[in-house]
């Protein structure tokens, strides 16, 4: 087999046996997850004599001479022996569970499905391109909230091909969900330069890091990554909170979309039993504000990471752009030590958290200066009068075609505007810093082109679309409102 459609098809058709049994898509490739990785690493312990850090007595060939219960009671304990070891093993098998209830059914996964494919001797793009469409089908299954960790590839490669990273760069990504941004930026660098032997083994083993503290999506990329040959000697992912640490300038580039939800919370146990939840401030001597905003949070930390000149491209929500208090205070001085010269307005639709209005925010660091190192913002409006689905009218790289010719990725500094007076729907749009800084609140969330559902009753969004709107801007309201009864009530 050496299609990856053929092979999609043939790994997604077992997932309908076993959503019989009420295993939903989330739980069959996470199961999948760990049975190709034990099969893959038994593959190179047999056919290139490669020394294996699973314990003999719970490798691929551990489940083979096993049936019915003493093969559900075998998985079970090496699924939690395995969680307890180091690096890469540990990343894959942290907190697994068994989810197939069926010792019947998870023998025919090992045996008929998984055990007579040779996977070594696929090419990683057939591996690669397989795992990744699942994932993709994994995220349409909105039930089971997969899609959380899944932004839309054709905005990914979007964003890497104006990024444009290069072997012998740092990249990395905190919030790096199944690792869409850090595949396509090792993509980008394989198509577009030319690499010698050492080169490609730095850009495989030592250019790709990233944080994830979802088990689930944390396991899911670091596979993700295996299966496209990019690893390490340790995981490449680490399972902790970026937001607690601050490892210091250390990144070139740094490429991520954060979970959506603006606030940082904790649950708690109060003393009469009951469950409650308490916002979180990150206190960090390298963030210019504190807040229990996640959002404004991980911006402060994508640049504190960089390096000096790092570049980094980051997906935020509309309140990042306007908010008052920590985020003016975060917005100027991030225009002050930065160079924020790009913001990509995206439509509504792209994202399975429904209702989501975000931008792409580009910016690159710069040494300390009492003057705003940000001199323009170039802002390409995608949004205005465009409507997209997950299903009948998907994303396409296409509708990003204009924006990556108006970005000029091969010389930004020469820009041109496509908006004017005689052209006021021109989506490409330049401001300067004095005309930025005048606005109330240093207020970012700027629109100019006329919107065509204000003015013909008959041009209305869906409904659906407007619904998700208004239950968004009430989410947002509702938890300012709770937050000003929590400050009131610490008060």
């Given at each position: 087999?050496?299609?990856?459609?053929q092979?999609v098809?043939k790994?997604?058709?077992?997932?309908?046996?076993l959503?019989?049994?009420g295993?939903?898509?989330?739980?069959?490739?996470?199961q999948?997850?760990f049975?190709?990785f034990?099969?893959?690493d038994d593959?190179?312990?047999?056919l290139?004599?490669?020394?294996?850090?699973?314990p003999?007595?719970?490798?691929?060939?551990?489940?083979?001479?096993k049936?019915?219960?003493?093969?559900?009671?075998?998985?079970?304990?090496?699924?939690?022996?395995?969680?307890?070891?180091?690096?890469?093993?540990?990343?894959?098998?942290?907190?697994?569970?068994n989810?197939?209830?069926?010792?019947?059914?998870?023998?025919?996964l090992?045996v008929e499905?998984?055990?007579k494919?040779?996977?070594?001797n696929?090419?990683?793009?057939?591996?690669?391109?397989?795992y990744?469409?699942l994932?993709?089908?994994?995220?349409?299954?909105?039930?089971?909230?997969?899609?959380?960790?899944?932004?839309?590839?054709?905005l990914?490669?979007?964003?890497?091909?104006?990024?444009?990273?290069?072997?012998g760069?740092?990249?990395?990504?905190?919030?790096c969900?199944?690792?869409?941004?850090?595949?396509?930026?090792y993509?980008?660098i394989?198509k577009?330069q030319?690499?010698?032997?050492?080169?490609?083994?730095?850009?495989?083993h030592?250019?790709f890091?990233?944080?994830?503290?979802?088990?689930?999506?944390?396991?899911?990329?670091?596979?993700?990554?295996?299966l496209?040959?990019?690893?390490?000697?340790?995981?490449?992912?680490?399972?902790?909170d970026?937001?607690k640490?601050?490892?210091?300038g250390?990144?070139?580039?740094?490429l991520?979309?954060?979970?959506?939800?603006?606030?940082?919370?904790e649950?708690?146990?109060?003393?009469e039993?009951?469950?409650?939840?308490?916002?979180?401030?990150i206190l960090?001597?390298?963030?210019?504000a504190?807040?229990?905003?996640?959002q404004?949070?991980?911006?402060?930390?994508?640049?504190?990471?960089?390096?000096?000149n790092?570049?980094?491209?980051?997906?935020?929500?509309d309140?990042v752009?306007?908010e008052g208090?920590?985020?003016?205070t975060?917005?100027?001085k991030?225009?002050?030590?930065?160079d924020l010269?790009?913001?990509?307005?995206?439509?509504t639709?792209?994202?399975?958290?429904?209702?989501?209005?975000?931008?792409?925010?580009?910016?690159?660091?710069?040494e300390?200066?009492?003057?705003?190192?940000t001199?323009k913002?170039?802002?390409?409006?995608?949004?205005?009068?465009?409507h997209?689905?997950?299903?009948?009218?998907q994303?396409k790289e296409s509708h990003?075609?204009?924006?990556?010719?108006?970005?000029?990725p091969?010389?930004?500094?020469?820009?041109?505007?496509?908006w004017?007076e005689?052209?006021?729907?021109?989506?490409?749009r330049c401001?300067?810093?004095d005309?930025?800084?005048?606005?109330?609140?240093t207020?970012l969330?700027?629109f100019?082109?006329?919107?065509?559902s204000?003015e013909?009753?008959?041009?209305?969004?869906?409904?659906d679309?407007?619904?998700?709107?208004?239950?968004?801007?009430?989410?947002?309201?509702l938890?300012?409102?709770q937050e000003?009864?929590?400050?009131?009530?610490?008060?």
């Amino acid at each position: 087999m050496n299609n990856s459609n053929q092979l999609v098809n043939k790994l997604w058709n077992y997932c309908d046996i076993l959503r019989d049994d009420g295993l939903s898509y989330g739980d069959y490739v996470e199961q999948l997850t760990f049975l190709l990785f034990l099969k893959m690493d038994d593959e190179r312990v047999r056919l290139l004599k490669k020394k294996s850090d699973i314990p003999k007595k719970y490798n691929w060939q551990s489940l083979l001479d096993k049936d019915g219960a003493e093969l559900e009671a075998h998985y079970i304990m090496l699924l939690t022996e395995l969680a307890k070891e180091d690096g890469i093993i540990g990343v894959i098998f942290r907190k697994a569970q068994n989810r197939i209830s069926d010792p019947a059914k998870l023998r025919k996964l090992i045996v008929e499905l998984i055990n007579k494919e040779n996977w070594l001797n696929l090419e990683v793009d057939v591996k690669g391109d397989a795992y990744e469409s699942l994932l993709e089908k994994n995220a349409a299954d909105v039930k089971g909230g997969a899609g959380q960790y899944f932004t839309p590839r054709p905005l990914i490669n979007t964003i890497v091909q104006v990024m444009r990273p290069k072997a012998g760069m740092k990249v990395h990504d905190p919030a790096c969900g199944t690792g869409g941004f850090l595949l396509s930026a090792y993509n980008y660098i394989v198509k577009n330069q030319r690499l010698d032997k050492d080169q490609k083994y730095d850009l495989k083993h030592n250019t790709f890091t990233g944080n994830e503290i979802v088990p689930l999506a944390a396991r899911l990329c670091v596979m993700n990554l295996y299966l496209h040959g990019i690893n390490g000697e340790r995981a490449p992912i680490s399972p902790d909170d970026s937001l607690k640490i601050n490892p210091g300038g250390i990144y070139d580039m740094v490429l991520t979309n954060p979970p959506f939800g603006k606030k940082s919370s904790e649950k708690i146990i109060t003393a009469e039993g009951k469950s409650t939840t308490k916002s979180l401030t990150i206190l960090r001597d390298d963030f210019w504000a504190q807040t229990s905003n996640k959002q404004l949070n991980f911006l402060q930390h994508v640049r504190s990471i960089l390096k000096i000149n790092g570049k980094a491209a980051i997906v935020l929500p509309d309140n990042v752009l306007f908010e008052g208090g920590a985020g003016e205070t975060i917005r100027k001085k991030l225009m002050q030590t930065c160079d924020l010269h790009t913001i990509l307005r995206l439509p509504t639709g792209l994202f399975y958290a429904q209702g989501v209005k975000a931008n792409v925010l580009f910016f690159d660091k710069k040494e300390a200066s009492k003057d705003y190192m940000t001199k323009k913002i170039w802002i390409y409006d995608l949004r205005t009068n465009k409507h997209f689905t997950l299903k009948e009218n998907q994303l396409k790289e296409s509708h990003l075609a204009e924006f990556i010719k108006c970005y000029n990725p091969s010389n930004r500094f020469a820009r041109k505007e496509t908006w004017s007076e005689k052209n006021p729907d021109g989506r490409w749009r330049c401001f300067g810093i004095d005309e930025i800084l005048k606005r109330d609140k240093t207020n970012l969330d700027i629109f100019w082109i006329k919107d065509e559902s204000l003015e013909d009753i008959d041009n209305l969004p869906d409904p659906d679309i407007l619904a998700n709107e208004i239950v968004e801007d009430l989410q947002d309201a509702l938890e300012q409102l709770q937050e000003i009864a929590g400050d009131l009530g610490e008060k």
